[in-house]
């Protein structure tokens, strides 16, 4: 069986991220890259939460 869950960096939620976020007081002013993008959805976490000036970057392979 191959995907993300398979992976040992794979959370089900992006709480951790969110976490952080909160904590640094990041706000609708401030920018977010979020790298790799993934399942764990922290992009459409955040934009759910507020407008912010958003970049999912996924990873080129090979």
């Known amino acids: 069986m191959h995907g993300d869950a398979t992976r040992s960096w794979f959370k089900e939620g992006p709480a951790f991220s969110l976490d952080m976020f909160e904590k640094s007081a990041v706000t609708t002013k401030d920018s977010v890259i979020d790298i790799g993008g993934g399942a764990a959805a922290l ?15 996924l990873p080129r392979l090979g």
């Not at 939460?49 to 999912?56: N, T, Y």
């Open 43 to 57: 992009a459409g976490e955040l934009l759910a939460r507020a407008p912010l000036s958003l970049s999912c970057e």
